[in-house]
């Protein structure tokens, strides 16, 4: 499991021209946004079909782990392929998010996500398409024409600090917006080991930033407190010293006066 930071960027929010100067204005302070995704290959041997130059059909794709609709949160998701094919670059506006291709062998092919915040930098990851299962020799044909398909995929999330008020709004949309029809979805799973550990992790999370904001406005309360005391203190020693001052003044001017007698002849 992985988590990704984002950061500031260019982009476009819900398809305004809202400008990342703008979009900082209307961001929420101590506050962490969480988008879980999805991302990876399927493989299907071809069978007959198969030839020198195309023995799979394969899928790269970006979905949520229950196939959410990320629309709300994703501009657009460009795919960097292997250069020998006739157009590397694909690029996608809409769900799903995913690119079918034929072919033989097995490359590493790079996922750029635009996010709809201006103010959100792009997260970039990289996936290895794989044709042939774990442990099998490499370049070696299926001899079952229905092989099962070759599933690689990883679970991640990206956290977004700080995020923009509308932003984080839609990202609060996406798990009740109705899911997305992939084309591989019934061969996908919607189970990951991960997703478990990362809501715990949210919980305790959330957890820690409530007491921390407990002990704060205790320390507050305290500090307030204090600060009352110390005005009162000072106040106190002021008048104190004062009342001696006058009472010093009191004693020095209360003498008697002597008086000389004129002598007479």
């Known amino acids: ?27 929420l302070s101590k506050t962490t946004a969480c988008l879980p995704i999805v991302y990876g290959s399927i493989a299907f041997y071809l069978g007959k079909k198969a030839d020198e130059f195309q023995t799979h059909e394969w899928t790269l794709f970006v979905r949520g782990p229950h196939h959410e609709d990320l629309s709300p949160a994703i ?21 799903p998010f995913e690119v079918t291709e034929r072919g033989w062998g097995e490359f590493e092919a790079q996922i750029r996500i635009v996010w709809t915040d201006p103010s959100e930098k792009p997260t970039v990851v990289n996936h290895g398409i794989k044709l042939y299962p774990p442990g099998s020799p490499p370049n070696v044909l299926p001899k079952d024409e229905n ?29 009740k917006a109705p899911k997305v029809e992939s084309s591989q979805q019934e061969s996908l799973t919607e189970c990951f080991p991960d ?6 992790l949210v919980g305790a999370q959330k957890f820690l930033q409530e007491e921390l904001e407990t002990v704060k406005e205790r320390f507050q309360v305290v500090s307030e407190e204090y600060e009352v005391v110390d005005r009162e203190y000072i106040a106190a020693m002021q008048k104190h010293q004062q009342q001696q001052a006058a009472t010093k003044k009191t004693k020095g001017g209360g003498g008697k006066r002597q008086t000389k007698k004129a002598r007479t002849s």
């Open 147 to 175: 092989a099962p398909p070759v599933i690689a995929e990883s679970y991640d999330e990206v956290v977004f600090t700080d995020p923009n008020e509308n932003f984080f709004r839609q990202l609060l949309h996406i798990p």
């Open 1 to 27: 499991m992985t988590t990704r930071q984002a950061s500031t960027a260019d982009a476009t929010i819900g398809g305004s021209s809202s400008s990342p100067k703008e979009a900082s204005k209307n961001r």
């Open 75 to 95: 501009a657009k998701v460009v795919f960097q392929l292997h250069p020998s094919f006739a157009q590397p670059v694909r690029e996608l506006t809409q769900p």
């Open 195 to 200: 997703e478990t550990d990362f809501l715990a």
